[in-house]
C-alpha cells in the first residue's frame, strides 16, 4: 500500500497531478500487494497465512483507499508552494560514537512559502486510531525522532520541520450517522521539550542495551508489565517471553 501511494506521491510532484490520477493504481497494488505476499511467505518457510479471500479483502479495502486519496488529493498532497523533497528518505546519523540511528522516512515534502518542511509517515490501520494509539509514545517517538534526526542530518532548524502521521483506513465502522473519511491525521506533540524527554529516553535505552563498544548487553531483562506492550511483541509466547 505504501509503495503504491508513494509512487502516485512521486508523479504528482515529479509529473503531474493528471498524469499521477491516471495512473493504474488498483493495478499496480495488486501487484505490489502479490509480490510483498509472496516475500513474505518465503519468510514464512513458504507456508500460506493468508488465504486467497482474506488476500482479496486487503486488496478491496486499499482500493477504496487509493479512491478516497484520489478525490482528495488537494487536501492531503497540494501543489502550490509545495516541492517534493523525497520518497522512502533515508536518515543515517550518529547517536554516539558507536550507535547510529538508521531509518526511512515515507514522503518528505517542503513548503516553499512558508520555508518547511514536512515530514509524512503513512500508516495502515484496521481502523482510524484511538486515543490509546495516539497517546503511546512508541507511536509518538517514531516521528520526533525523525524531526530531530532529519534537521540534524540535513542542517536545518528542527523548528522547521514539521511532522504528520497520514493514517490509511482500511474499515470504516457500520452504522455511523456521520460521513466517515478513509483517511486520518495525527500531529503528535513535539516541542524541544518533548523531543528532548524522547532522546533522553533513547539514551537510557541505549546505556541500557549496549555496552562501550555498542555490542548487545546479553542479560535478563524486566518485563513492561504493561499488557498492550505485548501485543505485537515476537517473543510472546514463547520461551523468551518471562510472563
Known amino acids: 500500500m505504501h509503495t ?3 509512487e502516485w506521491v512521486r508523479v504528482i510532484y515529479n509529473e503531474s497531478a493528471k498524469k499521477a490520477n491516471e495512473l493504474d493504481l488498483n493495478k499496480m497494488l495488486k501487484e505490489n ?17 493468508l488465504d486467497a479471500k482474506e488476500l ?5 479495502d486499499g482500493v477504496a483507499i487509493l479512491d478516497y486519496l484520489k478525490k482528495k488529493r488537494s487536501k ?6 509545495i516541492k517534493l523533497m523525497g520518497i522512502e528518505v533515508e536518515l543515517d546519523t550518529p547517536v554516539n560514537d558507536n550507535i547510529r540511528f538508521h531509518g526511512f522516512i515515507d514522503i518528505v515534502l517542503k513548503d516553499t512559502l ?13 481502523h482510524s486510531w484511538g486515543k490509546f494509539k495516539k497517546k503511546d509514545d512508541l507511536v509518538r517517538m517514531q516521528l520526533l525522532f525523525y524531526k530531530h534526526y532529519y534537521a540534524e542530518q540535513f542542517k536545518v532548524d528542527v523548528n522547521d520541520v514539521e511532522i504528520l502521521f497520514l493514517i490509511l483506513k482500511r474499515k470504516l465502522y457500520e452504522k455511523s450517522d ?14 524541544t521539550r518533548t523531543i528532548n524527554k524522547y532522546l533522553k529516553t533513547l539514551d537510557e535505552f ?38
Not at 33 to 49: G, H, P, R, V, W
Not at 219 to 230: I, L, P, Q, V
Open 33 to 49: 500487494l502479490k509480490l510483498e505476499y509472496s516475500t513474505a511467505k518465503k519468510d514464512n518457510n513458504n507456508i500460506d497465512f
Open 178 to 191: 456521520f460521513p466517515q473519511p478513509r483517511t486520518q491525521t495525527f500531529i503528535p506533540p513535539n516541542s
Open 76 to 81: 492531503y498532497f497540494q501543489k502550490k508552494h
Open 4 to 6: 503504491t501511494v508513494q
Open 56 to 60: 482479496f479483502s486487503f486488496y478491496e
Open 206 to 243: 541505549i546505556n541500557e542495551c549496549f555496552d562501550e563498544k555498542g555490542d548487545y548487553i546479553d542479560k535478563d531483562y524486566e518485563a513492561s508489565g504493561n499488557a498492550n506492550a505485548c501485543k505485537w511483541c515476537e517473543y510472546k509466547n514463547t520461551e523468551h517471553c518471562p510472563k
Open 114 to 126: 512558508r520555508d518547511k518542511i514536512i515530514v509524512i509517515d503513512l500508516k495502515t490501520s484496521t
